[in-house]
């Protein structure tokens, strides 16, 4: 089986879509020509042609309302925002229309599109490259958010997305695009190439949305996290010796509670760790479904880990990511507790 | 502060806040409007180049004259047969308006807008449209449904939200949708459908399809960022779509001048984008249907697309929420120098022999009647606060094509 980096692998996705279906378009900023600041179009415009992969005037606005119009004429857009951070002026079409165009015309109009934007820090980006959204989509009915965590999810996340009748926003850990990052910035670089997930078939398949999937089985603790969290928290148990079963939720929206419920009611413990800030982050929704659902077997207060209530320094990165030491640190507290 | 020469002789800084000629009290003052003399503007072919028409943006294109009579390139572009039927079409959208802001003052609805004045724009546009083309409305192009054949009752349904409402109530009164009658869903915000057409259009052209787009947005709108967009997506890609924006004077209580700024005029705002920019009588059915054809040929014939502003005036309020009194002259819609549209077709075809007054109001009578009858029909499934109304249970349908477990639950939690 090939073997693919994360940026490799979401190219690979859109690359099955288009040349399975006639209806997949894709553009952006830089994805024509040059095939995205990232890479992730890479040589698409190439192989399909202008009209099926192109450059946009910067207008993130333009981009999803002319995607908005694209899907009600019938066909499937996948377009990028080149930074989460640039999709507010966006925010009015994705949240008002994308969103809304299957209800309020009831079923005459649909929405078809998935818009990706990278995600997250730990490239250095200060606080215009490495915000973490998520929350102010999955607060929006109406939308559905993907976080993956590796190639293979990547790829498989990316092709349901575009294929589901409805919107999408497939945000995609950018310190993952080259490799696993576990949070230890000072250690060298790891690559996918070691890792089982970084086996990408190169054909068609599907990771379904809302499906979570266990990444460590364990019993002291569920740790539910996402994205770039994902491998800091795997790291943080290997490290402290806590059994944490840590659960990669993959979809936020749809969410898969029944895992989450299922692991909590086993661990009688749940953490939630995510890079976005902590106030009204996804976290706190995790948390509030947790404590209706298990309350009654929790032997501990569900504990947050979260980037800090400040935008995304650039001198303090490391102080500002919820690495390793933060984790485990909390971790090594709740067991206490 | 600057004194009358333009000079700054205290080097003061101070903020220019537009105002209108008059508020409330009054004399009504049109003096600025430059109207150029029916048949006066001249007819380029579609294949100009646009920067050989820059001239089309600051000026008006007008057919019908002030005898009554069709004069000018411009003129020729209907049969007497189908102005007639535009005659009716502006006639029957006046009489749904007052019989459904009637309807709101009694209560059977929460809200209501109406089109008086402004009937010929969006009536005469859609006939220069072909089936399978799409327009991106806002609030008060509910002609292109009239003029297009959707059933008025369903329009009356929707505004009641009743049980027969085609939108199982989910939607403000008038916000309708229909893809069978190309009339993209209604937002109810402002700007968004412009960019939105202008996605269509170029979906219509990557598939090499035959079909144009129509945007529309009004003279206050245009303000907003999202008609940039579509103004340099259109350009950019030169999408098969026509641009209208309909300069109705005013936005809310808000003067033209406000979203205006300092350029001459709205169309000009499509200059800079390499657009053709037309303007045109907006009370003349005849003048909006001859640029609208002119345009829909651009389109399909792959030149690209059109900005069209069309000059009218809003005689009514904004909506049912407002009242315009507080905001300008009461005698400002009777001294708008463009006249009625209503009006204006009418004598045109009495001039031509085709009509008479007493046809005129047996056609009255007759339209007054299907209104009536079709708001009769309306009633029976119900209006807003009796009667038959979409079930609880609908409210929880279509937010996705399949509803996911959290809405399962809340469905359940709220009992049905």
């Not at chain 1, 040589?43 to 099926?52: A, E, M, P, S, V």
């Not at chain 1, 207008?59 to 004429?73: D, H, K, L, Q, R």
């Not at chain 1, 929006?140 to 965590?149: A, D, E, I, K, T």
């Amino acid at each position: 089986m090939p073997r693919m980096t994360m940026i490799e692998a979401i190219r690979s996705a859109m690359d099955v879509s288009m040349e399975r279906d006639g209806d997949v378009v894709v553009f952006g900023e830089d994805v024509g020509y040059f095939g995205g600041v990232f890479r992730g179009t890479q040589g698409l415009q190439q192989k399909y042609g202008k009209t099926r992969c192109f450059d946009v005037p910067i207008n993130e606005s333009g981009i999803v309302g002319a995607a908005i119009g694209m899907a009600a004429y019938g066909l499937k857009p996948c377009v990028e925002i080149q930074f989460a951070d640039y999709m507010y002026p966006a925010y009015d079409q994705l949240t008002q229309e994308a969103a809304r165009l299957r209800y309020r015309s009831n079923g005459d109009f649909t929405c078809p599109v998935t818009i990706r934007m990278p995600t997250g820090g730990g490239i250095f980006g200060g606080q215009t490259h490495s915000q973490s959204p998520e929350a102010l989509f999955t607060h929006v009915c109406g939308l559905q958010v993907v976080v993956p965590s590796n190639p293979y999810d990547a790829k498989g996340l990316l092709i349901s997305s575009i294929e589901n009748p409805d919107p999408v926003i497939f945000l995609e850990p950018k310190r993952l695009y080259n490799g696993p990052f576990d949070g230890h910035h000072d250690k060298p670089v790891t690559s996918w190439a070691a890792h089982p997930l970084g086996e990408v078939p190169a054909e068609h398949y599907t990771v379904p949305l809302g499906k979570a999937v266990v990444r460590r089985p364990g019993s002291a603790v569920t740790v539910l996290a996402y994205g770039t969290m994902v491998h800091v928290a795997e790291a943080t148990a290997e490290e402290t010796g806590i059994d944490a079963e840590v659960i990669d939720l993959r979809t936020l929206l749809p969410l898969d509670l029944e895992t989450i419920v299922q692991s909590v009611k086993k661990t009688g413990r749940c953490m939630v760790v995510h890079e976005a800030t902590l106030t009204s982050g996804f976290g706190a929704e995790l948390a509030a479904l947790v404590q209706e659902h298990c309350f009654y077997h929790l032997e501990a207060p569900i504990v947050r880990v979260a980037g800090w209530d400040t935008p995304y320094p650039h001198a303090q990165e490391w102080d500002y990511f919820p690495g390793p030491a933060r984790v485990g640190r909390a971790l090594r507290e709740m067991m206490e507790a | 502060m600057t004194d009358g020469q333009g000079n700054n002789p205290t080097g003061r800084l101070s903020l220019h806040v537009p105002e209108p000629e008059v508020r409330p009290g009054g004399k009504p003052d049109f003096s600025n409007v430059t109207i150029p003399k029916a048949g006066s503007v001249r007819r380029p072919e579609v294949d100009e180049h646009p920067e050989a028409m820059r001239d089309l943006a600051f000026s008006i294109i007008r057919v019908l004259d002030r005898e009554g009579e069709a004069v000018g390139p411009w003129a020729g572009s209907l049969t007497n047969e189908e102005l007639m039927e535009g005659l009716r079409h502006m006639m029957l959208l006046r009489a749904f308006d007052s019989r459904m802001l009637m309807a709101q003052r009694q209560g059977k609805t929460s809200f209501y807008m109406q089109h008086l004045g402004e009937e010929a724009v969006s009536c005469a546009f859609r006939k220069a449209l072909l089936p399978g083309d799409m327009n991106f409305p806002t609030y008060r192009q509910a002609g292109l449904l009239i003029a297009g054949g959707y059933p008025m009752v369903d329009m009356m349904n929707e505004i009641y939200s009743n049980d027969a409402d085609p939108l199982k109530g989910r939607q403000l009164p008038v916000l309708y949708s229909s893809k069978e009658y190309g009339f993209f869903t209604i937002s109810g915000n402002l700007a968004t459908q412009y960019i939105q057409a202008v996605g269509w259009a170029m979906a219509s052209a990557i598939k090499n399809d035959t079909k144009i787009a129509a945007g529309w947005i009004g003279d206050g709108a245009t303000a907003e960022s999202d008609f940039h967009a579509a103004l340099v997506f259109a350009s950019t890609y030169r999408a098969p779509v026509i641009l209208n924006v309909v300069n109705n004077q005013w936005a809310i209580s808000t003067f033209q001048g406000i979203a205006r700024g300092g350029s001459g005029t709205f169309a000009a705002r499509g200059l800079g984008f390499g657009l053709p920019s037309l303007r045109v009588d907006g009370n003349d059915y005849l003048a909006v249907h001859a640029v609208a054809k002119w345009a829909a040929e651009r389109a399909r014939r792959n030149i690209g697309p059109t900005l069209i502003e069309y000059v009218t005036y809003r005689v009514g309020a904004h909506s049912t929420s407002d009242d315009p009194s507080a905001y300008r002259p009461k005698e400002e819609s009777e001294a708008w120098p463009l006249g009625d549209p209503v009006i204006r077709l009418k004598n045109h075809l009495i001039r031509i022999g085709a009509w008479s007054e007493e046809r005129h109001k047996q056609m009255e009578a007759e339209i007054r009647d299907t209104v009536v009858a079709a708001q009769k029909e309306a009633e029976k499934h119900g209006t807003l606060h009796s009667g038959g109304r979409p079930s609880m249970r609908d409210m929880f349908e279509g937010v996705y094509a399949e509803m996911p477990p959290h809405l399962k639950r809340q469905r359940q939690q709220a009992g049905v």
